[in-house]
């Protein structure tokens, strides 16, 4: 599966990217694939392995923050995985005009 969150505190004002990186440096650690970008960090595992780094990022920002927003989405999909690489190439290779699958 992979989740794409989104995790930041709530009334601290405009600058979050410290608390942010808090919860990214717990993805990281995790051990799982993973990607982060401007809007969301991914994360790829089996059900328990992602939710619980999910889980553990946001009580990372929670530490320090008495309020905290999460948005999360899943692709639940059995049998797959490298799903955060392959997802994309294969986009990349439509984009490029290479031959469909």
Same mark, same amino acid.
């Given at each position: %599966? ?6 930041? /505190?709530?009334?601290? =004002? ?8 808090? @919860?990214? !440096? ?6 799982? /694939?993973? !990607? ?7 994360? +790829? =595992?089996?059900?328990? +392995?992602? %939710?619980?780094?999910?889980? *553990?990022?946001? @009580?990372?920002? +929670?530490? *320090?923050?008495? *309020?905290? $927003? &999460? ?5 639940? !999909? @059995?049998?797959?995985?490298?799903? &955060? ?6 986009? +990349? *290779?439509?984009? $490029?005009?290479? /031959?469909? !699958?």
């Amino acid at each position: %599966m992979i989740i794409a969150f989104s995790v930041s /505190p709530v009334g601290v =004002g405009e600058d979050v990217g410290e608390y942010v990186a808090d @919860a990214v !440096r717990i993805v990281r650690e995790s051990g799982l /694939p993973n !990607r982060t970008d401007a809007m969301f960090t991914s994360i +790829e =595992g089996e059900w328990d +392995e992602v %939710m619980d780094v999910v889980k *553990r990022a946001v @009580a990372a920002v +929670e530490a *320090r923050s008495s *309020r905290v $927003s &999460l948005v999360l989405k899943a692709d639940i !999909r @059995a049998g797959v995985t490298d799903g &955060l690489t392959s997802k994309v190439e294969t986009v +990349e *290779r439509h984009l $490029s005009g290479g /031959p469909a !699958r």
